[in-house]
């Protein structure tokens, strides 16, 4: 099983739908993490978690939320989407409980809203 | 706040040969560490190498080392000996170490490697 996974893996939907990402990791670290990725931008942070009751906003959370469940599952949502949220969509944990910086990352969410 | 600076948008490089990705970094912190990851067009994001701002010799990891330049801010990629399936692209990121920052790495925009036969 992978460490991370992110589900769906790819999703076409229209602007103004609600569209939720799931993440869930076995890894069994308190912290997780939601990344976006645009071409010439690298990966940008969008939220992130230290545990279930402590969550924050990133570098570029306007137009998205979270929620998490559970240690192990993180989902983003996109309560009305629009077409400039087109992008690929990381959910990311640490390699090691030490703060060394290296983190899993799941096989990428890509969204397209038309 | 930290920024990362990839300024080569896409670079070609021929089989065998040796390629080096440029990565230039701005932060206050005196504590910091830098990363290099790979993603080919599969989309998955592999850790290549990593080097701490303490560190007094450059990290190496196989055929990739990172040239580690502080005064100049600046963490080089180093790839020798070029492989077709090297192609793909290369992300520089860092995390600051001062202080407990939870992981959040911040990462620069990117060079799309292409490795020609």
């Known amino acids: 099983d992978a460490d991370v996974t992110q589900t769906p893996r790819n999703r076409i939907t229209k602007t103004g739908k609600r569209i939720m990402l799931e993440c869930s990791q076995t890894k069994g670290h308190d912290r997780m993490y939601w990344y976006r990725q645009d071409p010439g931008l690298g990966l940008r942070l969008i939220y992130y978690?230290?545990?279930?009751?402590?969550?924050n906003k990133g570098e570029i959370s306007d137009g998205y939320s979270v929620s998490r469940q559970a240690q192990a599952k993180f989902s983003l949502s996109l309560e009305s989407a629009i077409p400039n949220q087109t992008a690929l969509y990381f959910c990311a944990t640490p390699v090691s409980r030490v703060n060394t910086g290296e983190l899993f990352f799941g096989e990428g969410s890509r969204l397209t809203v038309l | 706040a930290q920024k990362i600076t990839q300024t080569q948008p896409g670079m070609f490089v021929q089989e065998k040969e040796a390629v080096t990705l440029d990565c230039t970094y701005d932060t206050s912190d005196q504590s910091y560490g830098l990363f290099w990851y790979k993603q080919p067009s599969s989309g998955e994001m592999i850790f290549l190498i990593y080097q701490g701002s303490y560190d007094e010799q450059n990290a190496t990891e196989g055929r990739y080392s990172l040239n580690f330049q502080k005064a100049r801010k600046s963490a080089n990629l180093v790839i020798s000996a070029s492989q077709l399936g090297d192609s793909a692209m290369y992300f520089c990121a860092m995390i600051p170490r001062g202080y407990d920052a939870g992981n959040m790495l911040t990462f620069g925009g990117g060079t799309r490697l292409m490795v020609k036969p």
């Open positions: 978690s230290f545990d279930v009751k402590d969550i």
